[in-house]
């Protein structure tokens, strides 16, 4: 009788560490199953946060495009600008020279 009090104890003492176990594989199985949706929210995150810097690097290129367009069109407005303005003390060197002869 004392042995099968000991093997009752011993099976009670296994089934109380297979219980112990479960739960540890349970608890284990769900933080596994929290950590895949986490990093695949995270993934997903990645993945917009991808799309929207090469979506902002083509943007910066056509700025950076549109604002060297728009220095050289400047320059071109500068240079004119210049050959009206040199054109115009032509003229008036001319005006005042046929100004004094009239007079």
Same mark, same amino acid.
């Given at each position: 009788e004392a042995r099968t009090r000991e093997e009752a104890a011993l099976l009670e003492a %296994?089934? +109380?560490a297979y219980d112990m176990l479960l739960a540890a594989r349970n608890n284990l199985e769900g933080e596994a199953t929290h950590n895949v949706n986490e990093m695949s929210e995270l993934s997903s995150k990645i993945v917009v946060m991808v799309t929207d810097k090469v979506e902002m690097e083509d943007m910066l290129r056509q700025a950076r495009s549109q604002v060297m367009y728009l220095q050289g069109e400047l320059t071109s407005i500068i240079r004119e600008r210049e +050959?009206?303005?040199g054109q115009v003390l032509d003229h008036e060197a001319i005006r005042v020279s046929m %100004?004094? #002869?009239? #007079?």
């Open positions: %296994q089934r +109380t +050959t009206l303005k %100004q004094s #002869e009239v #007079e």
